[in-house]
């Protein structure tokens, strides 16, 4: 399925940032339009190695803007939208829910109906050539709220969500399917486990680990630590979204997951014995764990059966844990030495 003008929305955030460049280079041919709003979350030095590549533009704007999306749906006559621009930060949602209801459900909501009135004549009538046009949504495992110390997420596991922010995606998964089964639209989405890697925003839990600990800070870490999520390398996941973006069943869910499950004090543990090595000081960064009062409605444990994208699609994981963690920690060290 190949695609000429792909509307990217949120490619200033976390993955976006790291998928853009990955598709421009993999794609040549394709023109890329990043739809990003640069709330704190989003950077442009993320994208600045892409500035002036002669396939990328960049919009800065909101998904709620119903006619900012409608001219870019004009201006540039998008076969494909690439959605992962979200709020995606738990205990923000937890402080501040009413950003995250407006822009992860109508925002999605937004751009799901200017697509399908640009693409469709009526329910399931495509435009001529806009058949194999495609809606692709980015979502979570948090969806389907928590697991015991047992079983693994699958694609038809039922929803559970226990954050607003989780109540939010789940709400825009629902949304995307419905235009999927109402009006046939080529929707396609994917559920992602907690990613990690280069250019996420300080506020989560890998940068911060390694932030606070070359600063000397203590090193928060809520209830006591034993929390368990699915690891997947952030380039992982964006040759996976790659993958069912082209290859993917229209209407169908993908499960992408890393296979690397950690508990948050495990995470924290390796991240501080691995700076013990890189940047050593008098006592080991360990020394900086420090317990915090549990975030409310903490769930216990995620991990993602990715069997089906791995089975029809061909996907597997490049990195474990130990290489990607060691990338991560690299490029941090980089980046809080230069700032």
């Given at each position: ?16 940032s ?6 421009l ?7 890329i ?39 870019l ?34 925002g ?16 399931h009538?495509?435009k ?71 250019k ?8 911060t ?13 809520y ?73 409310p ?9 990715a ?33």
């Amino acid at each position: 399925m190949k695609h000429n003008t792909i509307l990217i929305t949120g490619g200033a955030g976390f993955i976006g940032s790291n998928f853009i460049p990955f598709f421009l280079e993999t794609y040549t041919s394709t023109k890329i339009v990043n739809l990003d709003k640069l709330t704190y979350a989003g950077d442009l030095s993320n994208v600045e190695e892409i500035d002036s590549h002669s396939n990328y533009t960049f919009v800065e704007g909101d998904i709620c803007n119903r006619a900012l999306v409608e001219k870019l749906f004009v201006t540039y006559n998008f076969d494909a939208v690439i959605h992962f621009a979200a709020e995606s930060h738990v205990d923000n949602s937890i402080k501040q829910p009413d950003e995250f209801i407006k822009t992860n459900i109508f925002g999605t909501f937004n751009l799901l109906d200017v697509a399908k009135n640009a693409w469709m004549e009526n329910a399931h009538i495509f435009k001529k050539g806009c058949e194999s046009h495609r809606f692709h949504h980015i979502s979570t495992d948090e969806v389907y709220g928590s697991l015991g110390q047992s079983g693994l997420f699958l694609e038809d596991t039922p929803y559970a969500p226990n954050s607003p922010y989780s109540a939010s995606k789940a709400s825009s998964d629902f949304i995307v399917r419905s235009y999927f089964h109402t009006y046939g639209m080529n929707v396609i989405t994917t559920n992602c486990s907690n990613n990690y890697g280069p250019k996420q925003h300080s506020e989560k839990l890998i940068p911060t680990i390694i932030r606070k600990a070359i600063s000397g800070e203590q090193i928060p870490i809520y209830g006591d630590g034993k929390n368990i999520r699915d690891w997947l390398y952030v380039l992982d996941h964006c040759k996976g979204i790659d993958l069912v973006f082209r290859n993917g069943k229209k209407g169908e869910t993908y499960n992408i997951g890393g296979c690397n499950e950690r508990a948050n004090l495990d995470i924290a543990n390796t991240i501080c014995a691995s700076l013990d090595i890189l940047k050593p000081k008098e006592e080991s960064y360990k020394k900086q764990i420090h317990f915090v009062t549990d975030r409310p409605g903490h769930d216990f444990r995620y991990a993602i059966d990715a069997s089906k994208i791995e089975g029809e699609l061909g996907w597997k994981a490049d990195e474990n844990f130990e290489s990607g963690i060691k990338k991560t920690i690299d490029w941090y060290l980089k980046k809080y030495s230069n700032t």
